[in-house]
């Protein structure tokens, strides 16, 4: 199992070995919208109302998505990389600010009572 600080280290390695460089960080923020796009794309086809435009498409379509998703996770990495976020850090202190935030707030909705 890789950490996520493993991760951070291990896209920059590939990046400054076989990607050369890191794209600037607002080509970067643009390639993640469009990854982003992309699980929008298929999340819309296996889970919303959308229809494939091919059967083949839809056989493929969890590997896909799960392909699609990485990516994204790749990117954002980068942006973290290229910005100095330690997104362990940031995500230990983003979960704690949710488990202080929202402590009485979702268990007082109805909607997300277990049926």
């Given at each position: ?32 919208m ?13 889970y ?9 498409d839809a056989?493929?379509?969890r590997?896909?998505l799960?392909d ?14 290229q ?18 935030r929202?402590?009485e ?7 997300l009572?277990?049926?």
């Open positions: 199992m890789m950490t996520i600080q493993e991760a951070q280290q291990t896209v920059d390695q590939w990046i400054n070995t076989i990607g050369q460089r890191y794209y600037n960080e607002l080509t970067n923020m643009a390639v993640l469009e990854e982003v796009g992309e699980v929008a794309r298929l999340m819309a086809r296996l919303g109302e959308q229809s494939f435009k091919k059967a083949e056989a493929n379509a590997g896909q799960a699609e998703m990485a990516d994204v996770l790749f990117v954002l990495i980068c942006l973290a990389n910005t100095g976020v330690d997104l362990t850090e940031a995500f230990r202190q983003n979960l704690q600010k949710k488990t202080v929202d402590a707030r979702h268990a007082a909705n109805e909607k009572k277990k049926k």
